[in-house]
């Protein structure tokens, strides 16, 4: 009954640190999401693979990378962190089986903080 | 890309009293998910709806998709309802799902 996980919940980096948020699912779903939440507003896009293999570029790509390592684990990774990167981040999955049944799980979130 | 605009922005009530979410979106859309955000940052899924009305408690929800608008209804408030309520549309053009910027919404006893 885990749905969606992510790992770390926190994270404070320094400018120019790497790292690498990871997300898992348990759902059997095809595609999985990266989105950034900043203060105040809703969610932006960062990436997102429609199924195992393939991965594209959201509304905000820049300054991450991503790997679809197996249906199950969507990874994120900063390779050089910026003060601009702080923001909660969420890990989401869907399967579309049929429109009145779709709907996006999202997982908890991790907080990151570059200093 | 779709754009999607909620409204209030901001929402003070009594609790126990009603009130209706909007959300308008700029183009036709294959679904509709409306979120509550509660104040620890969790996001949980509320309704799927891409058009007609559905009801879940103390919570309803009415699409119209032709008109490109969802409200979202929240009667006898209670101080849990409080966080922030998104409204996100799905294009299977695209395969992806677009928020809209929340209403903050905060119950008080």
């Known amino acids: 009954n885990a749905g969606v996980t992510q790992t770390p919940k926190f994270q404070v980096l320094k400018t120019g640190q790497s790292m690498t948020l990871q997300c898992a699912q348990d759902m059997n779903h095809n595609s999985m999401y990266w989105y950034r939440q900043d203060p105040g507003m809703g969610l932006r896009l960062i990436y997102y693979?429609?199924?195992?293999?393939?991965?594209d570029k959201g509304e905000v790509p820049n300054g991450y990378n991503v790997s679809r390592l197996n249906k199950r684990e969507f990874s994120l990774r900063l390779e050089s962190a910026a003060p601009s990167q702080t923001s909660v981040y969420f890990c989401a999955s869907s399967e579309f089986r049929t429109v009145a049944n779709y709907g996006y799980t999202f997982g908890s979130g991790t907080r990151l903080t570059v200093v | 890309g779709i754009q999607v605009e909620q409204s209030p922005p901001d929402l003070i009530l009594q609790e126990g009293a009603n009130s209706t979410l909007r959300c308008n979106f700029s183009?036709?859309?294959?679904?509709l998910q409306w979120f509550h955000q509660n104040p620890w940052g969790q996001l949980i899924n509320l309704f799927y709806i891409p058009s007609g009305t559905k009801q879940n408690g103390r919570l309803s929800a009415t699409t119209v998709a032709t008109e490109r608008y969802s409200l979202l209804y929240i009667s006898s408030s209670q101080t849990t309802d409080s966080g922030v309520y998104f409204c996100?549309?799905?294009?299977?053009?695209?395969?992806?799902?677009?928020f809209g910027g929340g209403t903050r919404v905060l119950v008080k006893p």
């Open positions: 183009d036709s859309v294959n679904n």
């Open positions: 996100a549309v799905y294009r299977a053009a695209g395969n992806k799902l677009t």
């Open positions: 693979s429609a199924s195992e293999g393939t991965t």
